[in-house]
């Protein structure tokens, strides 16, 4: 994948407001009230989007066009888990499990189980994901009280809303558009039905 190929498909891209409500103030109020434990989540899930991104290749590693562009998101969503780990450092948090939200097992139940919609669910919902952490990191690099660490947000915006992006194009490129598109509407609703209640712990995606 190369930036020029990226960039001849931006024009095809659903704008990144796919999202169909907004993330709520009191989300924002409770991030910012407990940042420490927004880190350590923040930690675990570059790793997660990591290893979503490999359990991908290895699922469908005949698709040679999926494998090249997730092989470059599982390389920068590793830079970003050591990036954030360097921040748990600074700030002097230990690594340590977290309950994981419902967030994510909600939305992997949407995913159908027959090929190729797996394979089209798969992709759309990594998709919503990334849409919605690149509006959540804005959220934090807009409130956050702590000057370097709004900025080290605010610099791996660009890598979100390009990690939803590259799903999106994947799905245009393997299924005709209105099956994209059709689903992507359908599964942005229950995202967003999903974070209609605020999780009581802090998370990146509660």
Known sequence: M?????????????????????????????????????????????????????????????????????T??????LDHFELVNQWLEKREIPLRQLAAPPYGASLNKQIRKDEPWRFLDSLLVCGLIEARSHERLGLLATHCPDPELAKFYHSLMASEARHYGIYWTLADTYFARYEVNGRLEEL?????????????EPRIHS
């Open 2 to 70: 190369t930036q020029d190929w990226l960039d001849s498909n931006l024009s095809k891209l659903p704008r990144i407001n796919i999202l169909k409500q907004p993330t709520r103030g009191d989300w924002v109020e409770q991030a910012i009230g407990n940042l420490d434990v927004i880190l350590l989540d923040h930690s675990h899930c570059e790793r997660k989007a990591a290893g979503v991104a490999l359990n991908l290749m290895f699922r469908y590693p005949s698709n040679t066009k999926m494998v090249r562009m997730l």
């Open 72 to 77: 470059a998101i599982a390389k920068e969503e």
């Open 188 to 200: 942005a609703i229950i995202e967003s039905e999903i974070l209609s209640t605020l999780h009581p």
